[in-house]
């Protein structure tokens, strides 16, 4: 995997000598909040309602068994044993005290972690598909264009000062799993009519307030012409992009504003000067990272093992069908580990689990996890015949959840039990509909759906591309939950539609319930999935079994 | 006729341990709501908000909440979001819940 180079090493060290500094000014009184706050947050520490929370990149989402050992020890030494993975491919420390935090970063340097530009208007940590490397629908890797990306963005002196904050998502494969259509820019690998590979770049997307589905300026963009061709957007964006209103001021707004066309006629003529002035990517430096993306060498032996162990094993089986997803090389398997046990807080694993982790990635793994946006786990490539011994390891340390894409893998942000800016909690929504569907034995019969939880209208837990998603409210008072249907976070990205007045949190998990039921009911046969049944159905039937006639004439 | 005024504490988190803390009589900080000094006036509520942001060494992130008194007269939180700072996550026994 890539290595951080000496200027990297330099940056991050000096990084944090400065903010040690920094908060000890802050402690002995010479610096107030206020001139704190901007230096804090540039080093990825937030005040929640109870506590800081630190929050540290895991740039593309990809770590090492020792880096993951080193977020197990931070968990441990400085937390409270756990620490919680988001919908961004970072980790949330929720409980460092402020001294602690020059410690807890110098330790993440020690394995090449940092938390630089997970805030502010800059560009964020660049996320990707999950399976990278890995999938079978995969056209190539797209890490060394992301690690491209974060060397080209990091202090970038051009976009520290963007109208507001930017995100970047790539995808290497078709399947879009890397939610590239609710970023700034999206970028989805596609080959042209020549089979060379490049990108569809997609830009202004984003949820939160004002939710839009990216729109794609560029169906297809030589590789070589990534960097000026993002140069170009952002200046545009730079130049143009409203600093008047904070709400207004994401580039997806501008994208609406303006329209494609006169966005795309900007992008093109600014592109055509950046790329006049550019000499390229120095081609050492793109071989360095593409050499350090290598995969892994892998071992083709196959053996019985894996199709024994399925026979033999319903529990095992099961898991297989959810949880293991196809690799590029036959005799290999890629696992995903649910955090997302009945029960339980989506996303969180504590000390322990992240070390069987780290021991299964180094034994069995060639030495690679991943982080999900879907706040899950990822062991990327582990032979076939090794898969049941490391599921028999992911059991006992409970671990091994059989749910990935099922109605239990729930999407959800920390809400109102950690964030100050929630309007109401998310977690135990989360947990009681998970308990709910586990009483009813239906996970599997219901098939694909994805539900995703916001604790405010920021939509950090994604909850406009949810299937059905859940966006809590603060209504006079009351935690209140609102209900959107038929949201797609893919490659046929949609924006899901409310349904009408929102439910308090009692008669949250029956409406929940009704709505899959009736999905049950009318779908055609157990081959169309709840999303395929929303679309074919449309709202209406599914709006009848969660409002009375009252509620509905109190809606229109 | 002017709105009653509801009656409001000062409260903050705690510059190192982060944690929800509240302004008191004697112009320090308790861990416990119930020890908060309450202002019944808009005036009073300033005056509090002034003096315990002046108190930059030892809080972050001061504001004014709303309360309502309680049967024993000591402050009780109006909103759920300041009822769950007293208490801490819903999801784990982790915060001032434990402490107490
Ligand atoms: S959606 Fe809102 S409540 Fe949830 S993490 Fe984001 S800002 Fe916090």
Known sequence: ?556 | MAREYRPRIVTANDLIEGDAVYFTASHGWSREHGEAVVAFSADAADGLLEAAAKQQDRIVGVYLAEVEMGPDHRPQPVHFREAFRTRGPSNYFHGKQAQA
């Open chain 1, 1 to 556: 995997m890539y290595r951080y180079d000496d200027f990297d090493e330099a940056f991050v060290r000096n990084r944090v000598a400065e903010f040690r500094g920094q908060v000890e000014r802050r402690i002995d009184g010479s610096l107030t909040e206020d001139e704190f706050k901007p230096l804090r947050l540039m080093n990825g520490v937030y005040l929640q309602l109870h506590a800081y929370m630190l929050r540290v990149a895991i740039p593309y989402g990809t770590l090492n068994s020792r880096q993951m050992r080193q977020l197990a020890l931070v968990a441990e030494r400085f937390d409270k044993g756990y620490g919680h993975f988001t919908t961004r491919q970072n980790i949330q420390f929720n409980w460092p005290r402020l001294k602690d935090i020059p410690e807890i970063l110098s330790l993440l340097a020690d394995v090449e972690m940092h938390a630089i530009q997970t805030s502010g208007n800059c560009i964020r940590n660049v996320t990707a598909d999950h399976f990278a490397g890995a999938a079978a629908d995969e056209i190539e890797d797209p890490r060394p264009t992301a690690e491209l990306l974060r060397q080209w963005s990091t202090d970038h002196p051009e976009f520290q000062f963007l109208p507001r904050k930017f995100k970047i998502a790539i995808t290497g494969a078709p399947n879009d799993r890397a939610v590239t259509k609710a970023h700034d820019i999206g970028l989805r690998m596609v080959r042209n009519e020549a089979g060379e590979p490049g990108y569809e770049v997609i830009v202004g997307g984003g949820l939160g307030r004002t939710p839009m589905v990216g729109k794609t300026v560029r169906d297809f963009l030589p590789k070589a012409d990534l960097l000026p061709y993002l140069e170009a957007i952002l200046q545009v964006y730079n130049l143009s992009g409203r600093r008047d209103n904070k709400y207004k001021a994401r580039i997806k707004i501008l994208v609406h504003e303006t329209g494609l066309d006169e966005i795309k006629a900007r992008v093109e003529a600014a592109f055509e000067e950046k790329k006049r002035a550019f000499s390229g990517a120095p081609a050492d430096l793109v071989s360095a990272i593409e050499a350090a993306f290598a995969p892994p060498s892998f071992d083709n032996t196959r053996s019985l093992a894996f199709d024994r162990a399925q026979e033999a094993n319903p529990a095992f089986r099961s898991f297989v069908e959810t949880n293991v997803a196809e690799h590029k090389n036959p005799a290999y398997g890629i696992v995903s580990v649910s955090l997302k046990p009945v029960g339980g807080t989506p996303g969180d694993a504590t000390a322990e689990q992240m070390r069987v982790l780290a021991d299964l990635a180094e034994q069995y793994g060639h030495d690679e996890l991943r982080i999900s946006h879907e706040q899950n786990v990822i062991l990327p490539h582990v032979r076939k015949a090794d898969i049941p011994a490391v599921y028999e390891a992911l059991r006992e340390a409970g671990l091994a959840t059989a749910n990935i894409g099922l109605v239990s893998d729930i999407i959800a942000c920390p809400g109102m039990d950690y964030c100050a800016l929630a309007t109401a909690r998310s977690i135990p929504v989360a947990q009681a509909i998970s308990k709910r569907f586990d009483e009813l034995k239906l996970e599997r019969e219901i098939g694909p759906l994805k539900i995703k939880i916001s604790g405010c209208i920021n939509a950090c837990g994604h909850h406009h591309v949810g299937h059905i998603g859940i966006l809590g409210l603060d209504k006079a008072g009351k935690e209140n939950y609102q209900i959107t249907l038929g949201g797609d976070g893919t490659e046929t990205a949609t924006i899901g539609e409310r349904t009408g007045p929102g439910f308090d949190a009692d008669d949250l998990v029956p409406a929940i319930e009704a709505i899959v039921e009736t999905y049950l009911n009318l779908r055609e046969d157990a081959a169309e999935t709840f999303l395929q049944a929303y679309r074919r159905l449309g709202a209406d039937p599914f709006k009848q079994a969660i409002y009375s006639e009252k509620d509905e004439a109190r809606a229109a």
